[in-house]
C-alpha cells in the first residue's frame, strides 16, 4: 500500500485478556517502530525493528508486552493479561534504512481501550 | 534520560496571529524532527534539522535548531485555521526519536 496500515483501527477489550496489533509498513522499508500515546502524551518509544531483529526493545513497558516482524515486513505487538493503563494509541511507524534523522512515517494507530 | 519540553502546551489564537512553539532540552541531539498530527491520525513529518542554527522554512513556517543542538522553535506566521493541531518535537537519539508532549494549537476564523 501506498502508506503504513494498522488494524484494528479500535480496539475494546476486558481486563484480563490478550490482544494482537498489526502493522503493515510501507513496502521496501526496512526500520519499523512501535510507539505508545496516551491522552495528554507524547509519543512514548516502545520497540524498534531493523528486519526481523529488534536491536532495542527498551521501551516495552513490562514482560506482558511483546512484539515480532515476520518477512521484513508485517509486524504485531502482543499485550498479554492486558490492564487498565494500557489503553492507549498503539503507532507504528517505518522509515527507509534506521536513524534517528530518517523521516518517519506512521500509521493512524489502534485505540485500544481495557474495561 | 534524554528529555523534551514543549511549550505552550495549549495555545488558541485568531487566524492572521503570529505564533512560536518551544521544545527544550538539557541533552544534546543529533537530529530534531517536527511533526504535525491531526485528531484520529498518525504524526506527518514536518520538517528536519541537523546542524546547530539550522532554519528551514516552509511556507509560512519557519523551524530553527539551537547552536548547541539541545532546543528548536518553530515559528507560525498569519496563522490560518488550517493550521490547527497538534505540533510534535522529536530528537535523534541512536535509532529511537525521543518526543516532546506536543503543543495543542488552535486557529479560529
Known amino acids: 500500500g501506498a502508506g503504513v496500515s494498522q488494524s484494528p483501527s479500535n480496539k475494546v477489550t476486558e481486563k484480563g485478556k490478550d490482544v494482537e496489533l498489526r502493522c503493515d509498513p510501507i513496502?521496501?522499508?526496512?526500520?519499523l517502530y512501535w510507539y505508545r500515546q496516551s491522552l495528554g502524551q507524547g509519543l512514548e518509544f516502545l520497540i524498534y525493528f531493523q528486519g526481523n531483529s529488534a536491536p532495542d526493545k527498551s521501551g516495552l513497558p513490562s514482560d506482558r508486552f511483546s512484539a515480532e516482524r515476520t518477512g521484513g515486513s508485517v509486524s504485531t505487538l502482543t499485550i498479554q493479561r492486558t490492564q487498565q493503563e494500557d489503553s492507549a494509541v498503539y503507532l507504528c511507524?517505518?522509515?527507509?534504512?534506521?536513524?534517528?534523522?530518517?523521516?518517519?512515517?506512521f500509521g493512524d494507530g489502534t485505540r485500544l481501550s481495557i474495561l | 534520560t534524554q528529555l523534551l519540553e514543549q511549550s505552550p502546551q495549549f495555545l488558541s489564537i485568531q487566524e492572521g496571529e503570529n505564533l512560536t512553539v518551544y521544545c527544550n532540552s538539557s541533552?544534546?541531539?543529533?537530529?530534531l524532527q517536527w511533526y504535525r498530527q491531526e485528531p484520529g491520525e498518525g504524526p506527518v513529518l514536518l520538517v528536519t534539522v541537523v546542524t546547530g542554527g539550522e532554519v528551514k522554512k516552509l511556507k509560512r513556517l519557519t523551524f530553527q535548531f539551537g547552536d548547541a543542538r539541545k532546543d528548536s522553535s518553530l515559528h507560525i506566521t498569519a496563522a490560518q485555521p488550517g493550521d490547527t493541531g497538534l505540533y510534535l518535537c522529536a530528537g535523534g537519539a541512536g535509532t529511537a526519536l525521543i518526543f516532546g508532549k506536543g503543543t495543542t494549537l488552535s486557529v479560529s476564523s
Open positions: 511507524a517505518s522509515s527507509l534504512v534506521p536513524g534517528s534523522n530518517q523521516p518517519q512515517h
Open positions: 541533552s544534546v541531539f543529533s537530529s
Open positions: 513496502s521496501g522499508h526496512t526500520a
